[in-house]
């Protein structure tokens, strides 16, 4: 009667762990991230002088603060740098969903450099990591993510008028879900630069 007990319970522990490993991405779909790796090197102070953020990602806590410093980093314009902070969690937490928005939000387009066709493969492709974890992860995160969906395509096109309009609407229903938020503010600083710079259409600015 036990051997009948314990072989259905094995048979559920093996189902959950065969779910719970479909739900990593590869090794094989990491590496094709080529994500940048190595000793961060800021132009900024390693002492935070360069700006604090926090935010609660969902996962393990041990990569709490390697999170909270990558996006230091994003907010500070070290974006090759905030990479390799994103880079790092991915190794040590693969299935960190947020991790992957990060990789997908550094890779631009920013104030002083426009994106180019590696840059939008690979922002996609870090996206797709983020987007397949979004429902395992909290409302807030998911916000990130889906407002992230709106900046990114699979295919390059130098004309990014209705991309950039698009995640301009997006933060800005991500401002009113959650108007205290401050990393999302940093964002929509980062934005508005984009905008002093002349890098918006006028699309953009409505």
């Not at 690979?122 to 900046?151: C, F, H, M, N």
């Not at 950039?164 to 990393?183: G, H, I, S, T, W």
Request: charged share 25%.
């Amino acid at each position: 009667m036990k051997h009948r007990l314990i072989l259905p319970i094995l048979l559920v522990i093996f189902l959950m762990s065969c779910n719970d490993q479909s739900s990593s991405p590869s090794k094989d779909s990491i590496s094709q991230l080529n994500l940048k790796r190595g000793q961060i090197i800021s132009c900024g102070n390693q002492d935070h002088k360069f700006g604090i953020a926090h935010f609660d990602i969902t996962g393990d806590t041990s990569v709490q603060n390697d999170f909270d410093l990558a996006v230091e980093l994003l907010h500070s314009f070290e974006y090759e740098e905030s990479e390799k902070a994103f880079a790092k969690i991915i190794d040590e937490q693969p299935k960190c969903a947020m991790a992957y928005w990060g990789v997908a939000y550094a890779f631009g387009p920013h104030v002083n450099k426009p994106m180019d066709s590696n840059d939008v493969a690979g922002a996609w492709a870090a996206l797709q990591q983020a987007v397949a974890a979004k429902d395992k992860v909290s409302p807030i995160e998911q916000a990130y993510i889906t407002a992230l969906e709106k900046r990114y395509q699979p295919n390059y096109q130098e004309n990014r008028l209705e991309l950039d309009k698009a995640f301009a609407n997006a933060m800005r229903e991500l401002a009113k879900q959650y108007p205290d938020d401050l990393v999302r503010a940093a964002l929509d600083t980062a934005l508005l630069r984009r905008k002093a710079a002349g890098k918006f259409s006028r699309a953009d600015q409505m």
